[in-house]
């Protein structure tokens, strides 16, 4: 039978690797997959991604994802977060990224965890993180088979640490990313089995939504269980703990043979990629090394703290969103910032900072409309929803507030961002109906009396520990470097650009004031 050279290209593609170190990617509906290792990886994962898309209730996601399965131990080790991470998930700015090791026998079952999170980032407000972790880790085993997905199969070395292991009681529900704790696998495993019971359990299963839902609405933990499952978080626990695995089939017209081609990558298409993602996951020393663009070198002096040399190599490069973003935001330049979401009306950042401005100069429903189309986007972050339903408040809109304050509480993730939120949540609830006649530029919630600082020093506050105790914001001046510590987080004054605190690493230009005798950090203000 003859066949078009097409077919054939796709046969060699599918059965030779790609040479050592040579990319291939493939391009999809808002993704990109790209890989050093075969080109039918990258198709197959094309299928597993549009198949973890449908698996999930069809969501789109609101930024591009990109993938990488990296062969490379060198370049990954490079890259990765934590010394033992196989795989992790980033979002940043306008973009989102999965980065995965290939190789090993559960480098699939890695990428599909990754996949589940960053499908949930934009979906809905955040849920408890053992419901997280537990939907990830159920929907890692989909195997797709001809006609449908089989779901929830067994976990081996789950399920063999769950049985010589003793479990966690009710303190699995209350763990947080920033709590640290010695029995990380347990978690991970009994997470994972709670999540297969409600999924799939007969009598529980069709109730599972109801429970979800709730969740998602800030209902208390208990309360929900008990009004949507009939039963206790014990009673939970308890009924995981029989370990009565089921499986779930889910149809599907997807076949591996319906991945789109692979195609080769540039040299240049190379590099941009990994400058991008050293950049994305705060790799700065692999970016410098590979960064040859005006964009990528402005970036990195931005990062670097040099505001002249970032506004100089950035006006010289292409005009990109994220370009003109970041000029806009060095500039203090509105008009850029408009350009942006005209550019791209997704880039929820911009959206932000043009809310942020609005609210500044009382122009109450523009700043709404901005920070609506912000939280859209970005349903799960703290800044956003903070200025979110600060905004609300001040409009009378109090329902509207409750809810987005009610999200920024379950969006919290620190100590700092968790005290912050239930100010805010204690706020919308104190205000009364009536909507005050004048709105000062910059609110807090009453109560909060501000501390005083004896000294200030200008920089870059390159990362805030959520982890250290108390929380430490670690900032570069031309002096040096210098922490300072969080012990009120609720009385800190901040101001400008609509940031807050997050944890990690950070690129943002600051003014604070602290306690020069304790180092205690009493003022932000974000340049």
């Known amino acids: 039978m003859v066949q078009s050279k097409k077919f054939i290209a796709l046969i060699a593609a599918a059965v030779f690797p790609a040479a050592a170190g040579e990319w291939v990617r493939v391009l999809g509906d808002g993704y990109e997959i790209a890989t050093d290792a075969a080109p039918a990886v990258a198709r197959r994962i094309a299928v597993r991604l549009e198949g973890m ?13 990109r993938v990488l399965l990296i062969q490379d131990r060198t370049l990954y080790t490079s890259l990765r977060p934590g010394s033992g991470a196989p795989g992790f998930f980033q979002g940043v700015g306008a973009e989102d990224w999965v ?13 599909s965890h990754e996949l589940v999170h960053a499908f949930l980032e934009h979906s809905g407000p955040r849920r408890p993180l053992w419901l997280e972790e537990g939907l990830a880790e159920f929907y890692s085993t989909a195997r797709l088979h001809d006609g449908y997905w089989l779901i ?16 966690m009681g009710e303190e699995l529900f209350a763990l947080e990313p920033t709590d640290g704790h010695s029995r990380q696998g347990l978690f991970y495993a009994q997470s994972w089995a709670v999540v297969h019971h409600l999924l799939t359990a007969r009598g529980v ?26 039963f206790s978080l014990n009673d939970l626990l308890g009924r995981a703990r029989r370990m009565q695995w089921t499986s779930l089939r889910i149809g599907t017209d997807l076949t591996e043979a319906s991945a789109p081609a692979a195609e080769k990558m540039t040299a240049a298409d190379t590099e941009e990629m990994q400058v991008a993602v050293a950049l994305a996951s705060g790799q700065l020393a692999l970016a410098r090394k590979l960064a040859k663009s005006p964009a ?23 005009p990109a ?20 979401v005209r550019l791209n009306p997704n880039h929820f950042d911009a959206h932000h900072t043009l809310g942020v401005r609005a609210s500044v100069r009382g122009e109450s429903a523009r700043a709404i409309e901005h920070l609506q189309a912000a939280a859209a986007g970005k349903p799960r972050s703290t800044p956003i929803l903070h200025s979110l339903a600060l905004e609300l408040e001040r409009a009378g809109r109090l329902e509207e507030a409750r809810r987005a304050a009610r999200q920024c509480l379950l969006a919290a993730r620190n100590p700092v961002e968790r005290q912050m939120a239930a100010g805010l949540d204690r706020l919308t609830r104190a205000r009364p109906p009536a909507v005050a006649a004048k709105k000062p530029a910059v609110t807090v919630p009453p109560g ?29 001046t031309e002096a040096g470097g210098i922490v300072l510590h969080v012990h009120q987080p609720g009385r800190i004054r901040i101001t400008g650009g609509g940031h807050t605190f997050a944890c990690g690493v950070q690129q943002l230009r600051v003014r604070m004031e602290y306690i020069a005798a304790t180092k205690e950090l009493t003022a932000v203000e974000f340049r």
């Not at 898309?53 to 994802?65: M, N, S």
């Not at 299963?205 to 499952?229: H, I, S």
């Not at 909060?448 to 570069?476: I, Q």
Request: aromatic share 4%; with cysteine; net charge negative.
């Open 53 to 65: 898309r449908d698996l999930l209730g069809g969501v789109k996601k609101p930024v591009p994802l």
């Open 152 to 167: 929830g199969e067994t976990i081996g070395t789950h399920e063999a640490l769950l049985r010589r292991e003793t479990w």
């Open 448 to 476: 909060w009396a501000e501390l005083k600082g004896d000294t200030a020093a200008e920089g870059e506050l390159v990362r805030f520990d959520c982890e250290s105790s108390p929380p430490a914001a670690h900032v570069r």
């Open 296 to 318: 990528q070198r402005g970036l990195l002096a931005l990062a670097d703290g040099d505001k002249a040399e970032a506004i100089r190599l950035l006006r010289a490069a292409e």
């Open 205 to 230: 299963q069709p109730n599972a939504p109801r429970f979800f839902a709730l969740l998602a609405d800030g209902v208390n933990l208990a309360a929900a269980c008990r009004d949507a499952l009939g």
């Open 99 to 111: 980065v995965v090791a290939w190789g090993s026998g559960e480098s699939e079952r890695v990428v």
């Open 321 to 340: 969103p994220r370009v003109i973003y970041e000029l806009a935001m060095l500039t203090d330049d509105e008009k850029l910032l408009q350009e942006v």
